[in-house]
């Protein structure tokens, strides 16, 4: 497992009840469900996530004349 690092962030009282009732229903803590929709988001977002490798367009070089 790669380490972690640790942020700190405020979220809207209706996302906190939700992670709670997701935590409920699932059994994942609002930590893991945080980092899950954050990497889906990212992914979704074309940013690589984990051990994925960037799939990166290369920059196209000019012609000299």
């Known amino acids: 497992m ?12 209706s996302l906190a009840v939700g992670l709670k009732e997701l935590k409920e229903r699932d059994g994942a803590t609002e930590s893991e469900s945080i980092r899950r929709a954050l990497q889906a988001y990212l ?17 196209s070089t000019r012609s000299r004349s």
């Open 43 to 59: 992914e979704k977002k074309g940013i690589a996530v984990g051990d994925k490798k960037a799939e990166r367009k290369r920059a």
């Open 2 to 13: 790669s380490p972690k690092r640790r942020y700190s962030f405020f979220i809207d009282d």
